[in-house]
């Protein structure tokens, strides 16, 4: 199968127009070519389609010119130091990355020097500086975020998206129509998806919040589900927290995620106790 017959197959899988996979990345008019296997579009609009797809861009070979590896090559360190928390050395990368020629695609680099300096922000609790960048980082592709719904995103987009649902006093309607995005995509892209659990932990915290406990314990059920699933423990405290803050006494956790919860906490504490390892022995049992 050719690159663009990929494509094909892969947007009319999904249900989507031409116009809307590519809105914002590039002209119709271009894409339609592309599809018809007439062009090369550039691997920077290539990656941000298939992310809208719900396909991770590492898994397609390309070969792209020594530009673009470039490019490539300094988003991979801008995103290890920000993993890091290096974020002086990230910043560091981020002049230099503005400083590359970007005389294609600019919007789209745009973009990415806009997320990432959003994360930084975020991470930092900077809620002015994050709200400024992760709105220009969704200007770059024409982003409405009070639309109803998110018809395709890519990552950076539904990064940028998370920012402002976490930060603003309005974020909730945000947060509702992403974990609509990803329930009804059934998104399998992972940078996505790992998002899942903290959006379902802010609204059960909304809720909880406003009275509303019983929705607050669903959602905090359906984080527990894809813990379990995905055998994964960030934000694992944090969910287990709010539970036993609602449930009290009725609190009754099994030992599956207790026992995540206890690894989990393995640097903070001396080392593996013999608990610990007991807990360990009859998670891996029960997985």
């Known amino acids: 199968m050719t690159i663009d017959e990929y494509f094909v197959s892969l947007r009319k899988s999904r249900k989507l ?3 809307e996979l590519c809105k914002g990345l590039c002209s119709v008019a271009q894409y339609c070519r592309f599809e018809r ?7 920077i609009i290539i990656d941000r389609l298939l ?26 360190k801008i995103n290890s130091s920000i993993i890091n928390e290096d974020f002086s050395e990230a910043d560091n990368l981020l002049c230099k990355y503005e400083k590359l020629p ?15 300096r959003a994360e930084i922000n975020y991470i930092e609790n900077n809620v002015s500086q994050t709200e400024l960048y992760a709105f220009k980082a969704l200007k770059c592709t024409k982003i409405n975020i009070d639309k109803s719904s998110y018809v395709v995103l890519s990552i950076l987009e539904f990064n940028a998206l998370f920012f402002l649902s976490a930060i603003r006093m309005d974020g909730f309607e945000i947060m509702k129509k992403l974990n609509k995005y990803i329930n009804d995509r059934s998104c399998k892209n992972e ?16 809720y909880h919040e406003h009275a509303r406990d019983n929705l ?37 956790e099994d030992d ?4 995540a919860w206890l690894l989990s906490n393995y ?3 001396d080392g593996f106790t013999e608990e610990i390892l007991k807990k360990w022995e009859s998670m891996l049992s029960q997985k």
Do not use: W
């Open 191 to 206: 940078n996505i998806s790992k998002f899942s659990v903290k959006i379902k932990y802010y609204m059960a915290q909304y």
């Open 37 to 43: 296997g007439q062009i090369i579009l550039d691997k």
């Open 216 to 252: 607050a314990l669903a959602y905090l059920d359906s984080a527990k589900d894809f813990l379990r699933q995905e055998f994964i423990t960030e934000d694992l405290f944090k969910v287990l927290q709010l539970s036993r803050q609602i449930q009290g006494d009725k609190f009754n």
């Open 267 to 269: 640097y903070q504490n």
């Open 51 to 76: 992310e809208r797809l719900g396909k991770n861009p590492s898994g397609l070979e390309f070969i792209g010119n020594d530009a673009e590896y470039q490019f490539e090559l300094l988003q991979e």
């Open 256 to 259: 599956i995620l207790t026992a």
């Open 102 to 116: 970007l005389n294609k695609d600019i919007n789209l680099h745009i973009q990415y020097i806009c997320e990432k």
């Open 17 to 19: 127009s031409q116009g």
